[in-house]
């Protein structure tokens, strides 16, 4: 690898964590937007620093809806007496402009999330020097077969299950939109980070080991009656010589629960962190090895095995852009009945006019000692298994792509992949064509989402590593598939007025996910994964990159916003319909303060902040 790309990869991560930070700091008001001073023409922006009589002078920011500010250019620090100096790093601007935020983070905090920033950089420039590597191996793949983008080769050459997974393991390469520490992994070395993460198309080995069942909490869907049969049946080469080896021990398998564990978090945590549980003989290490693929998140892993295995969802003790990513009894117990509830609500529903299909969480379960009964010590031995079946094994034709690869750059032409669907190989697309496929893309999501949301109380937390949008063969959006229900929320007296039931997961200390008294967490949690972080997110990057009149998008997101209300308008209450109406459409949209909660150490989970609603200020259009 030549030093001179090492440094551009370097210099382009750092853009990146600049971006995201110049992006936190006035959307969450950390620093108000009101202060910037704009130039009458162009996007030069100055921001003056009056107690120290300076100013941060900013080339070229983008300002699009929602308090979206988008760095483009060089950003300068102009001190009283002239003395100009570049700031080029994250760090170096958290530094200059910490004197002016609206609060006073700690030392401790701002080093933290410093070295968090560092970590993601370096993690960044080191995924887009494999991705190099990567996308040339496509190129040619696609070349030799004469597709015209990797959608199409994937068609032709992929079974859907393979393709999915291809396309999402491609698509982490941005990661979290804008997360300031958006690829942070500070526990493993650059090795590691390549060897286990998706980015870096890699394969990791699950281990099968085995939990006394007397030891366990265990949830599943209805239709699923035993875990042993289930194991069995979906992964019949492990069952066998996962049984052989418990009675070649002389034990029975009935008696223990087959427990998948990450191949890093076995070595690194499992061996000494449950030495006790080993030592008293209700965990057992050994057992067969899987191999996996690590999927968007990390840890939920898809086994590389014949047919349609479904994803396996484990704990792993890193701490991955925001929290260690344990697996929590919470998850356990609310991703399968969260799952039955939607599965039941979908068969009645017809997948609302076959728009929503999800992947159903059918079993989990979490170490819980059989004397203690204690839920907390099993956050880091836990699993949940997610069935891909039904939306793998599919004859529609239909094709299932994580959002985020959406708005990756596809190999060919090295514009997002979204362009490619939109475009299928011909020539640059029309302001009209782009604008109507938008309408599509926004209907698709919109109408399932809200449907569910305003019917049943069911908040989908539809970002862009949990949804799948299906697209037909000419490219065209068509449904939703959602994953990923252990945290979802629910507003229970809308579920249980259309006669479901669902049970609660309570726990001291643990945050309630079902809600009876407000809405408004319920609410939140859809407009900031499904309006801020997806559709937004899609509307700035396809309006920059087909240079769309600023604002169109969002009129569009807006008139398809009204329209999937319209579609339930009958069957919901008309008090609650135009309450939820006027908080999508015109009230500000509440989004999780992710630079703040990082700067305050994660002290509290929920900061959130509000943003101007950008469908308010569009103009309706009718
Ligand atoms: N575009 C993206 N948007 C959101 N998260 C992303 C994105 N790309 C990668 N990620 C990563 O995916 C994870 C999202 O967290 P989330 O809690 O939704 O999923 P999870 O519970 O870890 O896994 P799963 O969705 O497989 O159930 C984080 O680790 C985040 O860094
Ligand atoms: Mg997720």
């Known amino acids: 690898m030549s030093a001179g790309r090492e440094a551009v990869a370097l210099h382009n991560a750092e853009r990146n964590a600049l971006r995201r930070v110049v992006r936190c700091l006035f959307a969450e008001k950390i620093i108000d937007p009101a202060m910037l001073v704009f130039a009458p023409q162009g996007r030069s922006v100055w921001l003056p620093l009056w107690h120290r009589l300076a100013l941060v002078y900013f080339e070229d920011l983008q300002v699009a809806p929602a308090n979206t500010f988008i760095n483009h250019g060089a950003i300068t620090l102009i001190e009283h007496g002239g003395k100009r100096s570049a700031i080029v790093s994250a760090a170096q601007?958290?530094?200059?402009?910490?004197?002016?935020?609206?609060?006073?983070?700690?030392?401790?905090?701002?080093?933290?999330?410093?070295?968090?920033?560092?970590?993601?950089?370096?993690?960044?420039?080191?995924?887009?020097?494999?991705?190099?590597?990567?996308?040339?191996?496509?190129?040619?793949?696609?070349?030799?077969?004469?597709?015209?983008?990797?959608?199409?080769?994937?068609?032709?050459?992929?079974?859907?299950?393979?393709?999915?997974?291809?396309?999402?393991?491609?698509?982490?390469?941005?990661?979290?939109?804008?997360?300031?520490?958006?690829?942070?992994?500070?526990?493993?070395?650059?090795?590691?980070?390549?060897?286990?993460?998706?980015?870096?198309?890699?394969?990791?080995?699950?281990?099968?080991?085995?939990l006394r069942a007397d030891n366990a909490y265990?949830?599943?869907?209805?239709?699923?009656?035993?875990?042993?049969?289930?194991?069995?049946?979906?992964?019949?080469?492990?069952?066998?010589?996962?049984?052989?080896?418990?009675?070649?021990?002389?034990?029975?398998?009935?008696?223990?629960?087959?427990?998948?564990?990450?191949?890093?978090?076995?070595?690194?945590?499992?061996?000494?962190?449950?030495?006790?549980?080993?030592?008293?003989?209700?965990?057992?290490?050994?057992?067969?090895?899987?191999?996996?693929?690590?999927?968007?998140?990390?840890?939920?892993?898809?086994?590389?095995?014949?047919?349609?295995?479904?994803?396996i969802k484990l704990p792993v003790a890193l701490w991955l852009t925001s929290e260690q990513r344990s697996l929590q009894a919470k998850s356990i117990h609310m991703g399968p009945r969260i799952s039955a509830v939607i599965k039941r609500i979908l068969a009645v529903e017809h997948g609302f006019d076959r728009m929503l299909d999800i992947f159903p969480e059918e079993v989990a379960f979490h170490y819980k000692h059989a004397v203690r009964q204690e839920d907390h010590p099993g956050r880091h031995l836990s699993v949940a298994f997610r069935n891909s079946r039904e939306a793998f094994e599919r004859s529609d034709g239909l094709l299932p792509i994580t959002v985020a690869a959406l708005l990756t750059g596809a190999p060919v032409s090295g514009r997002p992949l979204i362009s490619e669907l939109i475009e299928r190989g011909g020539v640059r697309a029309s302001r009209e064509t782009v604008e109507a496929y938008f309408r599509q893309y926004a209907r698709v999501v919109t109408r399932p989402v809200i449907a569910i949301y305003l019917l049943y109380g069911i908040a989908l937390e539809a970002h862009q590593q949990n949804t799948s949008v299906l697209f037909d063969?000419?490219?065209?959006?068509?449904?939703?598939?959602?994953?990923?229900?252990?945290?979802?929320?629910?507003?229970?007296?809308?579920?249980?007025?259309?006669?479901?039931?669902?049970?609660?997961?309570?726990?001291?200390?643990?945050?309630?996910?079902?809600?009876?008294?407000?809405?408004?967490?319920?609410?939140?949690?859809?407009?900031?994964?499904?309006?801020v972080c997806h559709l937004h997110e899609v509307a700035l990057l396809l309006t920059n990159e087909y240079e769309l009149a600023p604002t169109r998008l969002w009129e569009i997101l807006r008139e398809e916003t009204e329209g999937a209300f319209d579609a339930v308008a009958e069957r919901v209450d008309p008090v609650l319909w135009q309450r939820e109406r006027v908080a999508f459409l015109t009230q500000p949209w509440f989004t999780r303060s992710v630079l703040r909660m990082h700067l305050l150490k994660y002290?509290?989970?929920?900061?959130?902040?509000?943003?101007?609603?950008?469908?308010?200020?569009?103009?309706?259009?009718n």
């Open 93 to 210: 601007l958290i530094e200059t402009l910490r004197e002016c935020f609206d609060f006073a983070p700690s030392d401790e905090g701002v080093a933290g999330l410093k070295a968090d920033m560092a970590n993601s950089v370096a993690n960044d420039a080191l995924a887009r020097l494999y991705r190099e590597a990567w996308n040339g191996e496509l190129r040619e793949h696609i070349g030799v077969a004469g597709a015209w983008g990797l959608t199409d080769y994937l068609r032709r050459h992929s079974s859907t299950s393979a393709a999915a997974v291809l396309l999402d393991q491609w698509g982490s390469l941005e990661g979290h939109p804008f997360y300031p520490t958006w690829k942070s992994k500070p526990d493993l070395t650059p090795e590691q980070v390549a060897a286990l993460s998706p980015e870096f198309n890699a394969k990791v080995p699950v281990r099968i080991a085995a």
């Open 218 to 311: 265990l949830e599943r869907m209805p239709h699923v009656h035993s875990y042993h049969d289930w194991f069995a049946a979906n992964f019949p080469t492990q069952w066998a010589s996962w049984k052989a080896g418990l009675n070649a021990r002389g034990l029975d398998e009935t008696d223990w629960l087959p427990l998948p564990l990450h191949a890093w978090h076995l070595e690194n945590f499992v061996r000494k962190e449950y030495a006790a549980e080993i030592e008293e003989g209700i965990l057992i290490l050994d057992g067969p090895d899987i191999e996996t693929l690590p999927t968007m998140s990390f840890r939920t892993m898809l086994p590389q095995l014949p047919g349609t295995p479904p994803f």
């Open 473 to 531: 063969t000419d490219g065209a959006p068509k449904s939703l598939l959602i994953r990923d229900f252990g945290d979802g929320r629910t507003y229970t007296p809308l579920l249980n007025a259309r006669g479901y039931e669902l049970k609660p997961y309570v726990y001291p200390g643990i945050l309630p996910t079902m809600f009876d008294g407000d809405i408004e967490p319920v609410r939140s949690f859809v407009v900031d994964a499904c309006f």
């Open 603 to 621: 002290a509290d989970y929920r900061l959130q902040h509000q943003l101007p609603n950008p469908l308010a200020a569009a103009p309706s259009g």
